[in-house]
């Protein structure tokens, strides 16, 4: 009895939806109108995420449009590539998909841009009347931003990246920065107040807290950095480190590496030389600042066994680390500058929202990213997600959170400059610049112009 009665009410429910439909479609609503109007559903991947940061945003876009639903799915980050490569052969995949910024260039031939400031059009329902209600289905146009709209709106990095030849490839909904996570036990006992400013003062402390056997074996270590192959973003570390001491990474149109090269005001300076010899200092036997070699254990699992006194790394590691090692006593501070300098660098990494090339909705799957990367809409994201804000009105309130400060003060200064097609072989060539250095394959120079040209074959 109760199945046919809900089956009654279930056909009743489809008739009088055909006859709002049917209704809507004879007041002389137009044949694009009613087709835009149709049943949408967007498939989105992501890496990160999952509906408690993203639930309230989805929620939201289908209140306004409620014939687009969609699909969300998280994809473990080590899968994520292989999985989108498997879709597109398969003639599958998301409409919607979030890559890392240095995969924009790799994957822009995938990417469905949009011109600055150009149309988004959609269908949507609004009610009229305040008696005798009454439901209309309209034509709304919405617009991407205009470069001076994207300079407003987001930090300095975001549209340096997402506008190529006058289109927007993609929008972030946050963004990431370098920070210099310590250990405050580690730095109490050896009476260091607080964590390094400069990069000399880094040194200074590195070198307290650096402890060795007699047999020259590390009891701890003042830092996980110097070496290639057991530290996490060494491309990061390194980038940042040229780009403090004055390196131009790539030239004006971001298509060649010219981080090998001298100051154009100063030819006999090469600035990336200095940062590198500085960096691997750190892990050369013999030297005042040594304490780190390829021989540790992984930086993160170093730092969260409590064996080392700084690392490098992102805002995700936070979690990770409260998770594993519950009871240590770590903070976080932005990281160290060159002694007077008038500029301050950090460096950026993040994700940017993109629309495939193959949607068959591309002015829904483009509204779609266009609401999600609003302000208001990133501040829920962001707030819920825990993640540093790409969004210029959103980082005061971030400065007032205890965890995200450290990010948040620095997304203003941040910069990238990868704008290549294969990001993992930048890394390879950084890392070996590195390890020829400190085998002494190589001098510092040679190892530098080697790595440039390597870089050089991914544009």
Not at 16 to 43: D, H, Y
Not at 355 to 382: C, D, G, M
Not at 397 to 403: A, V
Request: proline content about 4%.
């Amino acid at each position: 009895m109760f199945r046919k009665k809900y089956s009654k009410l279930f056909i009743l429910s489809l008739i009088a939806v055909f006859f709002v439909t049917a209704g809507l479609g004879c007041r002389g609503i137009s044949k694009e109108l009613a087709q835009r109007a149709k049943p949408v559903n967007l498939v989105y991947w992501r890496t990160q995420d999952g509906q408690d940061a993203f639930g309230a945003i989805i929620q939201g876009f289908q209140a306004l449009y409620p014939h687009v639903s969609i699909t969300y799915r998280v994809i473990r980050e080590q899968e994520y590539e292989q999985e989108l490569l498997e879709a597109w052969a398969e003639d599958r995949g998301p409409d919607i998909f979030s890559i890392p910024n240095t995969w924009l260039g790799k994957y822009q031939s995938k990417i469905l841009p949009r011109e600055l400031g150009g149309e988004v059009i959609m269908a949507k329902q609004i009610t009229t009347g305040s008696i005798k209600k009454e439901t209309k289905l309209i034509k709304e146009v919405k617009k991407a931003p205009g470069l001076r709209q994207l300079r407003e709106t987001f930090v300095e990095a975001v549209p340096k990246d997402v506008v190529i030849d006058n289109r927007i490839y993609g929008l972030p909904l946050s963004l990431d920065v370098l920070a210099l996570y310590y250990n405050r036990d580690m730095l109490n006992s050896a009476r260091i107040a607080n964590a390094p400013q400069t990069w000399e003062e880094f040194a200074l402390d590195v070198a307290a807290l650096t402890l060795q056997d007699r047999y020259g074996e590390f009891i701890q270590s003042g830092a996980a950095f110097g070496a290639s192959e057991n530290i996490s973003y060494v491309t990061d570390i390194l980038s940042l480190l040229m780009f403090q001491n004055g390196t131009r990474m790539a030239n004006e149109r971001g298509d060649t590496a010219t981080f090998h090269q001298s100051l154009p005001d100063d030819p006999k300076y090469f600035p990336a030389q200095e940062a590198m010899q500085f960096y691997v200092g750190f892990s050369q036997p013999g030297s005042d600042i040594y304490t780190w070699n390829n021989a540790m254990e992984p930086s993160l699992d170093a730092f969260i066994a409590g064996k080392v006194g700084f690392i490098f790394g992102y805002s995700d590691y936070l979690t990770k680390i409260k998770e594993q090692a519950p009871k240590l006593n770590f903070d976080i501070s932005k990281v160290p500058q060159i002694a007077g300098s008038l500029k301050e660098v950090n460096y950026a990494r993040y994700p940017i929202e993109v629309i495939s090339k193959r949607t068959e909705h591309p002015h829904e799957a483009w509204a779609f990213v266009l609401y999600a990367t609003e302000t208001q809409n990133a501040k829920t994201f962001v707030e819920r997600s825990k993640h540093p804000t790409a969004h210029r009105e959103l980082i005061a309130m971030q400065l007032e959170d205890f965890d995200l400060n450290p990010f948040a003060s620095g997304v203003l200064t941040a910069k990238t400059w990868y704008h290549g097609k294969n990001y993992s072989l930048v890394e390879e060539a950084f890392e070996e610049m590195v390890s020829a250095v400190l085998s002494g394959e190589k001098t510092v120079e040679r190892a530098i112009d080697y790595g440039a040209k390597r870089v050089n074959l991914t544009y």
